[in-house]
């Protein structure tokens, strides 16, 4: 089982630049979430949704978008990256239990 | 808002019991989680409480006390391969998930 897989793991930007974050779940769970982890910072959520269709902001949305089109896919979109994005991004989704299955994190480093 | 509080460092012997603790501050409190992190690796599962009272999973054990907003994990019969960073998290209605800033656990031989 693939469980939950993000696309790139890595990548560069220059400042100004765009770019987004693929995570795509084979679990059928409704709910998906993004999360960056920065040293010493733990785990802060960006953006999540309970559902196709629907997004909703976490504690640290501002410069970022998400789109749900498909239950399976939740996309994170970055319109012009700053050095203070870069960090690791983590997407995960939850089981009905409430467990939190995670992808192996895109590492993104912003010029 | 939340918040979640918990040590950043715990060091403990190999074959040892070791607690981490956890208190939080958050309105509309639905259930306490905990994830374990290899350096460079992905958040993995340990357990869940959303009622008060301890929950037991082999080696790890966690608790939850609602009415004092605490609760903490036990790792018992420690092991190298625990050596690990370890979250709580408080679930927001069910629907959000708020994570402290972690506890890095060095298990020593």
């Known amino acids: 089982n693939a469980g939950v897989t993000q696309t790139p793991k890595f990548r560069v930007l220059k400042t100004g630049q765009s770019m987004t974050l693929l995570c795509a779940q084979d679990?059928?769970?409704?709910?998906m979430y993004w999360y960056r982890q920065d040293p010493g910072m733990g785990l802060r959520l960006i953006h999540y949704s309970v559902g196709e269709g629907t997004t909703a902001k976490g504690e640290v949305p501002d410069g970022y978008n998400v789109s749900r089109l498909k239950k399976q896919n939740f996309l994170l979109g970055l319109e012009s990256a700053a050095p203070s994005q870069t960090s690791v991004y983590f997407c995960a989704s939850r089981s009905y239990t409430g467990e939190l299955f995670f992808g192996e994190g895109s590492r993104l480093t912003v010029l | 808002g939340q918040s979640l509080e918990q040590p950043s460092e715990v060091t403990a012997v190999e074959g040892a019991i070791v607690q981490i603790n956890c208190t939080y501050q958050?309105?509309?409190?639905?259930?306490l989680s905990w994830y374990q992190q290899h350096d460079g690796g992905a958040p993995t599962f340990l357990s869940y409480?959303?009622?008060?009272g301890l929950e037991e999973t082999g080696r790890f054990s966690s608790f939850l006390s609602r009415s004092d907003s605490y609760g903490y994990l036990l790792l018992q019969e420690l092991q190298m391969k625990d050596s690990a960073s370890y979250f709580c998290?408080?679930?927001?209605?069910?629907?959000?998930?708020?994570f402290g800033t972690g506890t890095s656990l060095t298990v020593i031989p």
């Open positions: 409480n959303a009622l008060d």
């Open positions: 679990m059928n769970h409704e709910y």
């Open positions: 958050t309105s509309g409190f639905y259930g």
């Open positions: 998290a408080v679930s927001f209605t069910g629907n959000q998930f708020y």
